[in-house]
Structures are given as structure tokens and as C-alpha cells.
């Protein structure tokens, strides 16, 4: 008998709700997602579909309406304030639009930046990670000496460095050209694989998706194999 493989992300019925009355909308419709470990799944739909309320549900930061999101096992929609916040900065790394590095911060700082906030059981060295990331020869520049590029790789970097089970990616290739978002994506998914995280990624960006294992879509708060 094969063994079952429990997934890292799990969000079973999960639905979330803005507003009251006739002023509620309903921003994610009874979503079911797995996500395993060394996985990269990709999240497509228009503006306004709920891909961003799907990243705030899966990476703690927003509670659903109904439903369950677990990460290893562990019932987000049950923790306590203290215990989400442990979790984000333990076992969830993000990487957001554009890098959102802090400007008076050089690019080893800026991964070092997690590892300030607490204590982390077997953090990444920051310098190696910088490497891998093929950014250590820039680790003394600050961002606005580094391009779009550079400044997602680093932020790559960062949300690497606690060695988290989940990697939530919102929007990486949004300010960058075609190549540079082939080299970023593809980055994403070698560490991805290579260091066995479930990734979620968000993207309008179509060209992309062949370096994922799965494309999913949303459409007004539904998500679904997207349509080939």
C-alpha cells in the first residue's frame, strides 16, 4: 500500500466574505487547494478574480469566512494571534511585486532582515543564498542600485533564508521584461524543487507558465484547472 503524502498547503471549502448584507461580496467561493512540497503551482485570472485574497488566506494574514487552510498538518483557522504570528515567520516566505526591499538596506542585509525577528531553528546562510541566487557579487548594493531583475532575485533570497515550508509569490514578473521573467520564474522553480517548498505563485504573466507543475484559475472567487 503506497503511503498518502500529506501537503503542505491545504485549504479545504475554504470561502471568504467582505462586507454585510447586500454589501458582501464574496471574495474566494468554496476553494479547495493541496499543494505538496517541491511543487510550484501557478494562480491566473483577471483583476479582481481573488488571487490576492487566496495569497492573504493561505499565507495567515486573513481569516476565512468558512472552511479550513492547514500547513503541515496545523489548523490555521484554530491558532491564536501569537501562533499565526510564529508561523509566518518560521514557515512562510513571501516574495512580493518588485522585490519590496527596503531602501537604505544592502541586498545580504535585506536577506538577513527575517532572521532578526526572531528566532529561526536552521536558517539559511544569507551570503551562500545570495550565491544561489546569483546575486552575491552585488550583496553590497542597495536597491536602487540593483534592477528589477536583481531586486527580485534578492527578494527571492530573503523569503528563502528561513527555510520555510510554503513560498507565496505574488505578481514576480510584473516589472520586468520577457527574459528577465523567464530567469526569475525559473529561479523560483529550481529552488522550488531543489530545496522541496510548495509554491503558490501569482501571475498575469502567461509566458511563464511552462516552468510550473500546475496552472490553476480564478475566476470570481473559484478555482479550477485552467482550461487548455
Do not use: W
Not at 464574496?26 to 501557478?42: K, R
Not at 501562533?83 to 541586498?107: D, E, H, K, M
Request: aromatic fraction near 2%; hydrophobic fraction near 40%; charged fraction near 25%.
Amino acid at each position: 500500500m503506497t503511503a498518502t503524502v500529506r501537503p503542505v498547503l491545504s485549504l479545504a471549502d475554504v470561502t471568504l466574505l467582505h462586507g454585510d448584507g447586500e454589501e458582501t461580496v464574496t471574495a474566494l467561493d468554496h476553494v479547495d487547494l493541496d499543494v505538496a512540497a517541491g511543487e510550484l503551482v501557478a494562480v491566473v485570472g483577471p483583476s479582481g478574480s481573488g488571487k490576492s485574497s487566496l495569497l492573504a488566506v493561505a499565507g495567515a494574514l486573513t481569516t476565512p469566512t468558512s472552511g479550513r487552510v492547514r500547513i503541515g498538518g496545523e489548523d490555521l483557522t484554530t491558532a491564536g494571534r501569537r501562533q499565526l504570528t510564529a508561523l509566518r515567520r518560521q514557515r512562510i516566505g513571501y516574495v512580493f511585486q518588485s522585490g519590496n526591499l527596503v531602501p537604505a538596506l544592502t541586498a545580504v542585509d535585506q536577506v538577513r532582515l527575517p532572521l532578526t525577528f526572531g528566532k529561526v531553528a536552521e536558517p539559511r546562510d544569507p551570503l551562500a543564498l545570495l550565491a544561489e541566487v546569483g546575486m552575491d557579487h552585488k550583496a553590497d548594493r542597495r536597491p536602487h542600485q540593483l534592477s528589477g531583475g536583481e531586486r527580485q532575485r534578492v527578494g527571492i533570497a530573503r523569503a528563502l533564508v528561513t527555510r520555510p515550508e510554503l513560498l507565496l509569490v505574488d505578481e514576480p514578473t510584473a516589472a520586468l521584461d520577457r527574459q528577465r521573467s523567464q530567469d526569475v520564474v525559473a529561479l523560483l522553480a529550481r529552488e522550488t524543487r531543489e530545496h522541496g517548498v510548495a509554491t503558490v505563485m501569482v501571475t498575469h504573466d502567461h509566458d511563464v507558465l511552462h516552468h510550473c507543475d500546475r496552472v490553476l484559475e480564478m475566476i470570481d472567487g473559484r478555482l479550477a484547472a485552467m482550461a487548455t
